[in-house]
């Protein structure tokens, strides 16, 4: 089930990397899935620019930028040894999207990644 997204704020580029025709895309799946990411995102907006490129911001504020079928993955269901971020998640709910629980017929672990310093633990990060 594709879930509705918001519409960007972000304007045409006409030159550079960017430049091209952008397409918003009005609805998605509900999860993004960045190999390169520990946790799972929920999408906010989609922007295609060109034929080659994608931006997305999800919920927590993360944008990625990528090539459009290289590296980012929409995913509409969560494997269960993921996570999703738990900051997407309240804000995606907020929004009036269902939860991931309504989404699952199994339990998905929602959580954040803390910063800690491992060659001095017993200095807080700042």
Same mark, same amino acid.
Not at 15 to 24: A, D, L, P, V, Y
Not at 45 to 54: A, E, F, H, L, V
Not at 117 to 121: A, D, E, I, L, V
């Given at each position: =089930? +594709?879930?509705?997204?918001? *519409? ?6 006409t ?6 025709? &952008? *397409?918003?895309l ?14 799972? $995102?929920?999408? *906010? ?17 993360? !944008?990625?930028? %990528? ?5 980012v993955? =929409?995913? $509409?269901? !969560?494997? *269960? +040894? /993921? !996570?999703?971020?738990? $900051? #997407? ?9 269902? %939860? &991931? &629980? /309504?989404? $699952?017929?199994?339990?998905? #672990? ?6 800690f ?5 017993e200095?807080?990060? =700042?």
């Open positions: =089930m +594709n879930l509705p997204l918001e *519409r960007s704020g972000i304007r045409d580029y030159c550079g990397i960017w430049s091209g025709i &952008t *397409r918003r009005k609805t998605a799946p509900p999860y993004i899935n960045n190999p390169r990411a520990v946790l799972i $995102h929920r999408p *906010r907006w989609i922007n295609i620019y060109g034929c080659k490129r994608m931006a997305i911001r999800s919920y927590c504020g993360q !944008v990625i930028h %990528s090539k459009a079928k290289n590296l993955k =929409m995913a $509409h269901q !969560v494997d *269960r +040894n /993921q !996570v999703v971020c738990l $900051h #997407c998640e309240n804000k995606a709910v907020e929004a009036g999207l269902p %939860s &991931t &629980t /309504q989404l $699952h017929i199994h339990h998905v #672990c929602v959580g954040g990644v803390k910063a310093s491992q060659c001095c633990p200095e807080k990060p =700042m």
